[in-house]
């Protein structure tokens, strides 16, 4: 970060975007951490657990088109505040009813897609604040927000073992207001919002090749991401027998690293281009999951290789949002929904299945291939558009276009 980008926007406001995202994060994936907890409670089979951690991923990709529509219409600091407060009173609720049934914790995981669907407003936020050559940096810093996956897996399984499940739920409302709060002072919308678009206009995005393109290189990258970050408890419990908290633990390390590697994704895109970063990104992930497909002999070993690949997949949703705004300056919003929205099919596709893949077969190894066949198909697709964008953007610099 140089004094350039310092100058070039609105810093208050960019914290403000990280916060609410980190928070909101950590309160979207919550079901994760607490996931072995609930699994004993509830008595649910593995591809219940994965329908489970599953449930709040797709609730927050269809619920980001939501907020990308109030985003356009009423601005992201209205919209933002809107979502915390309905995620705050769903959990809220939760606590003080109690959930009791397997019904009841997938309804939970509805509402906190509304959790989920915050990327579709932090984003925004500080997007428009800052210029094309600091794009990258401006929305890996507030995209990091993905964070907030190590602050639930470091927490709530230990919170989970002195106060029960259900009250986690509960204590997790504590953080959410006091941010809630300093977003409400300290974000502002930018001056140069644009013109709000009817729905039918918003429809139209989708008639245009490029918006498709991010959206399955998004639902690889961030999929990816949050599916692992969902599903790792689980599956350092199943593979390796690890307690609840150590699995906690285990995957805090993993997800710190692919949130710590968001921002760095941006800026190394800002530097040498998206395409040419996000290609090698793909490349390293598709392999950290072939190789751990395989069921390494020693836990430590899983966690090396979750780290490397999550690293991957965060520098590439980084990536992915150096590019997305060079294309889409003026319907940011809404693509930021449309794209966010199918990250989100991606990491419900991933959580899902390897919970089935784990019942079905007995082993964790298809869901793991399947997913790193699309990182692959997902790289050869990029090569190929690469050469139309390198015509169809002209005004970009080599450095932001290839």
């Known amino acids: 970060m140089n004094k350039g980008f310092l100058r070039a926007g609105h810093l208050p406001t960019l914290v403000a975007a990280f916060l609410y995202f980190d928070l909101s994060f950590m309160a979207w994936v919550i079901l994760g951490p607490l996931g072995v907890q609930i699994a004993k409670t509830l008595d649910l089979n593995a591809g219940q657990k994965g329908l489970m951690v599953a449930v709040p991923v797709l609730a927050g990709a269809f619920l980001r088109i939501f907020n990308g529509v109030l985003v356009d219409h009423f601005g992201p600091k209205r919209a933002g505040l809107f979502a915390q407060i309905v995620v705050i009173a769903g959990l809220a609720v939760a606590w003080l009813h109690g959930v009791h049934t397997y019904a009841e914790i997938l309804l939970v995981g509805i509402v906190l897609g509304m959790a989920g669907a915050s990327f579709a407003v932090a984003l925004p936020l500080a997007s428009r604040w800052y210029p094309p050559q600091h794009q990258g940096t401006a929305l890996g810093i507030a995209g990091a927000g993905n964070s907030g996956t190590v602050l639930g897996a470091l927490f709530a399984p230990s919170l989970a073992v002195a106060f029960g499940w259900n009250n986690v739920l509960g204590l997790v409302v504590v953080p959410l207001a006091i941010v809630l709060v300093i977003y409400a002072l300290c974000a502002k919308d930018t001056p140069h919002r644009p013109i709000a678009k009817s729905f039918v206009d918003y429809l139209r995005i989708l008639k245009i090749d490029d918006a498709w393109w991010f959206m399955v290189f998004y639902s690889v990258t961030f999929g990816g991401f949050v599916g692992l970050s969902s599903s790792l408890p689980i599956y350092y419990n199943d593979q390796y027998g690890l307690a609840p908290v150590q699995a906690g633990y285990a995957t805090a390390a993993c997800v710190f690293v692919g949130s710590l590697m968001r921002p760095v994704g941006g800026a190394i895109a800002d530097r040498i281009g998206g395409v040419r970063a996000l290609s090698t990104m793909y490349l390293v992930a598709a392999l950290a999951l072939i190789i751990v497909s395989f069921g390494l002999p020693h836990f430590w070993l899983a966690i090396v290789v979750f780290i490397v690949g999550m690293g991957a997949l965060g520098m590439g949703n980084g990536a992915v949002f ?40 007995g082993s964790y190894q298809a869901g793991f291939l399947i997913f790193a066949l699309l990182a692959f198909v997902a790289l050869l697709s990029l090569s190929r558009v690469k050469k139309r964008w390198r015509a169809s953007w002209p005004g970009l610099s080599d450095a932001v276009r290839i």
């Open 322 to 361: 150096q590019l997305v705004p060079q294309r889409f300056a003026r319907e940011i919003g809404v693509m930021t929904g449309l794209v966010g929205m199918m990250g989100g099919v991606g990491g419900f596709y991933l959580a899902s299945s390897l919970g089935y893949a784990k019942q079905l077969t």
